[in-house]
């Protein structure tokens, strides 16, 4: 089923306590189109890059069935770009340098033939941007998903709010739960955030796993305890991309689906910290995505009795 | 299944953003038999209290099928005391008072009719104590689980490192196991204690729940998201005693079984934790504990599709 996605395609410059890198690949939509094309062979994405962007990285997504119509490519502009260096317990970081560069003026133009879109994912972008692209489709789509960070909630709290009125799914991290409801316990949180717009709540705690709350109803997943994190950037992304992929293939937005598909996000995030970069998630085989769905399984099964 | 705890009975002065209390009913043996007298009818305890204890907390333990024929009681001395304070995140706490009073000069002494325990819980005690109670017993018992904390790994290594030799289960918390492996991935830490003695290490993580590992397996239990945690006092030793009661019951140490202890642990801990000290896990019903059971099926179940 169509998804659009809409978000930052980038480089990033990482330094973690692993190595470094120099410019690779990196960006909100690019993570989440990877991600999402082991479930639709055909997605479309929506964002704006410079005339440095490489052909090779088009390519790549291209090779997998994203759509780039809708990417402007600005001639007499540089990509944004990003570079952080990550602290020894890689739940921490710093940012190192914010090129906004060509992401400072974008306006976002669906294309025609993507409008129709049944499935929405809006990446971490400005939410006037994000709500820009709402604005442009004709038909709500079936399901809308909007990821954010705390820096849109210090600095644009009233356009995320009115962002946040057209969308089913948020999906944010504990900290920001915690930022945007005023609440320390993640319970009356998300209790409080789901009565601003969204439906569904997504809240993603990293190597501790993630929560999906829905009315009175909590799921809890597990993240896969790893020898390594070798880069965590994009694994929230990743994420993004593994549950609205399995959601558009599904086409089923049940309560039960998307607990399916929070494990298959949180599957696929596990893959992008092994590496830089999206260098996992862009080459995948699918015994290695079985393999990795069966240690979920394993982690998890525990046949509880009652008294 | 016979059923022997060592560790401290005490009064604690608690204060959480909640309230404050006075001295009221504290101690790891006391946590661990309540919570384990929900499954063994009849358990054992060593411990140490002053003739300050109360004759309705004796009572209220004796009423649970607690023998308390191992507690010494030293009539020209004065309970272990313990007073903190909890920050706002409930997960940090300053230490306001400790008075080791009796505990300073404890010399547990096993009584004869407890020495053929089949399942011994050593709780958070110095180490060395600990290796006493090991020492008195004739037989190994079928498992033994030992609770330990920082403090000891800063004061007393060596002891600590000689009595885990002797330890089928060692329960600590993330923090724990990052300081006392040197490792900041849990799954390589885990590796690194198993090789110090314990073959299952139970590595409990809060508000996220605990980790089970066991060789290369690993089971991840989930905490019940709560509204409030009223007083987090406790809840690592209510769910030692959740634990051992569960598996002394069942009489069954395999990898399966221990995951369904984990769960009855976490199970109990979740209610200790919605009261101050030991109120609400005193007086638990059938129906209480079997609907809280029912609350981590729910939390946990999802049906993983593979592609």
Chains 1, 2 share one sequence.
């Not at 990033?12 to 999402?36: C, H, M, N, Q, V």
């Not at 049944?118 to 079936?142: A, C």
């Not at 992008?272 to 998890?300: M, P, Q």
Request: aromatic share 10%.
């Amino acid at each position: 089923m169509s998804l659009l996605t809409v978000g930052t395609m980038a480089y990033d410059a990482l330094e973690t306590p692993f190595g470094k890198t120099d410019r690779i690949l990196g960006g909100a939509a690019t993570y989440i189109a990877l991600s999402a094309s082991y479930h639709v062979p055909n997605s479309n994405v929506v964002s704006v890059v410079g005339a440095d962007f490489e052909q090779n990285h088009l390519d790549l997504l291209t090779s997998k069935g994203v759509n780039l119509k809708g990417v402007q490519i600005i001639e007499d502009g540089k990509t944004f770009f990003w570079s952080g260096k990550y602290h020894d317990d890689m739940n921490t970081r710093d940012t190192v340098d914010t090129q906004l560069n060509v992401l400072a003026d974008f306006n976002p133009v669906v294309p025609e033939e993507f409008k129709d879109c049944r499935y929405l994912m809006l990446g971490n972008l400005l939410p006037s941007v994000q709500q820009q692209v709402l604005d442009q489709l004709p038909n709500r789509p079936k399901l809308v998903v909007l990821d954010t960070m705390n820096f849109w909630m210090d600095n644009c709290w009233d356009d995320l709010v009115e962002a946040l009125k057209g969308v089913d799914v948020l999906t944010i991290n504990d900290e920001e739960a915690r930022q945007m409801s005023g609440e320390y316990s993640l319970v009356k949180g998300a209790k409080k955030i789901m009565k601003m717009g969204p439906k569904y709540l997504i809240i993603k705690k990293g190597e501790h796993g993630a929560l999906l709350f829905h009315e009175d109803q909590i799921f809890s997943a597990p993240a896969l305890p790893l020898e390594e994190v070798f880069d965590p950037t994009g694994a929230g992304d990743t994420f993004a991309g593994g549950f609205i992929g399995y959601i558009a293939k599904t086409d089923d937005i049940s309560f039960e689906n998307m607990k399916r598909a929070v494990i298959w996000g949180s599957a696929m995030a596990s893959f992008t910290v092994e590496k830089f970069g999206t260098e996992r998630i862009a080459n995948l085989t699918t015994e290695e995505i079985n393999a990795r769905l069966e240690e979920f399984k394993n982690l998890i099964r525990v046949d509880i009795q009652l008294m």
